[in-house]
């Protein structure tokens, strides 16, 4: 701002000192002088006079990213039928706040520009405003305007490293599933990728081929997990948690997420997960039986205490809160 200002003082200060000198000398050399002063605002004032109205942009893909990561958001600037460039066009998004701006020069009918978004609030953003600013070649003249452009951006719980989860999903695998029982199952040829260990070298002499045992694996109930969100200081951290396990979940289960602002807790989407807030009421839940289930909320509560014992009748449930993920994700991180 104060830069502008003193470069337009030293413009008026020397187009006075021109004026007045071709005014009282009266030689080429001051009227020269003054022509091209004049010249140079001319030229300044039309860039000014240029409309940013007649600028437009698009962004039509929905962006998906996650809490507190780098996300890329495309936009494209357009003209149409401009007569003259724009010398600089500084453009800037304050509405998710980007902290760079972009600047071209000599902008005429269209261009692309990605910027880098780093996202601090989970949530749905249908919106984006951008504000440009022009200016002349010398930066002696600006002039900005904000425009709000339709964008779908789905901010999704911060997704915690693989590695850190691998050993808690280990343990929640052999809860759900029972370890070998060491009885046979069946007999089959071997096939590549089969653990050696398991291959009956008695049997395979006999018969001139690889035999391949297949051992029995105790199966105790379909999985099911359920997201309640209490409301909790813990709410975000938690559903962090949460949905790091499910995304890298190897065993197939049924999913239900209960909170607030979703319709169906059984749609489980990335909409879902942008959208989800702490519950304001009990939620109802369908009517599970000879299930494993695996309950996981922020904190227990006696809300979530009498859903546990209404569920224990007819299934095996397993409680996970913020603490003891906490806990497992500490312990995970510090065995590195």
């Known amino acids: 701002m104060w830069l502008g200002i003193f470069r337009r003082l030293v413009l008026a200060f020397i187009y006075l000192a021109a004026f007045f000198y071709s005014a009282v000398f009266n030689n080429d050399i001051g009227w020269t002088l003054f022509i091209f002063m004049s010249l140079v605002l001319l030229f300044s004032l039309v860039q000014l006079a ?12 929905t962006v998906v990213a996650h809490l507190n990561k780098e996300a890329t958001l495309p936009i494209v600037l357009r003209r149409e039928q401009a007569l003259l460039p724009l010398a600089q066009l500084t453009i800037s998004v304050v509405d998710p706040l ?25 949530g749905l953003y249908q919106s984006m405003t951008l504000r440009y600013q022009s200016s002349d ?21 911060q997704l915690q490293p693989a590695r850190n989860i691998l050993r808690l999903q280990e343990t929640m695998k052999n809860q759900a599933f029972g370890e070998p029982t ?17 291959i009956d070298w008695k049997l395979s002499s006999k018969q001139s081929t690889l035999i391949y045992r297949e051992l029995e694996t105790e199966q105790l109930a379909q999985t099911v997990w359920l997201f309640i969100s209490t409301p909790s200081e813990h709410f975000e951290a938690m559903l962090s948690y949460y949905y790091s396990l499910q995304t890298v979940a190897q065993e197939p289960m049924e999913q239900y997420l209960f909170g607030d602002q979703l319709d ?8 879902a997960f942008a959208q989800i807030q702490p519950l304001t009421t009990v939620p109802v839940l369908p009517d599970f039986k000879d299930k ?35 806990g497992w994700f500490r312990e995970t991180k510090g065995s590195r």
């Open 292 to 326: 494993s289930i695996f309950l996981f909320t922020p904190e227990q509560t006696p809300e979530t205490a009498e859903v546990r014992a209404r569920l224990s009748k007819d299934n095996q449930v397993t409680v996970y809160d913020y603490d003891t993920l906490a």
């Open 50 to 61: 240029i409309p940013l109205g007649s600028i437009t942009a698009e962004s039509a893909d």
């Open 264 to 271: 169906d807790p059984a749609k489980i989407d990335a909409l």
């Open 98 to 122: 980007v902290e760079t701006s972009e600047t071209t020069y000599l902008f005429w009918r269209e261009e692309q520009h990605d910027f880098i978004w780093q996202p601090t609030q989970r």
């Open 137 to 157: 070649f010398f930066q002696l003249f600006t002039k900005s305007r904000k425009v709000e452009i339709a964008k779908e951006m789905l901010v999704l719980p």
């Open 182 to 198: 060491f009885a046979v199952k069946n007999y089959r040829p071997y096939r590549s990728g089969d653990a050696p260990k398991n």
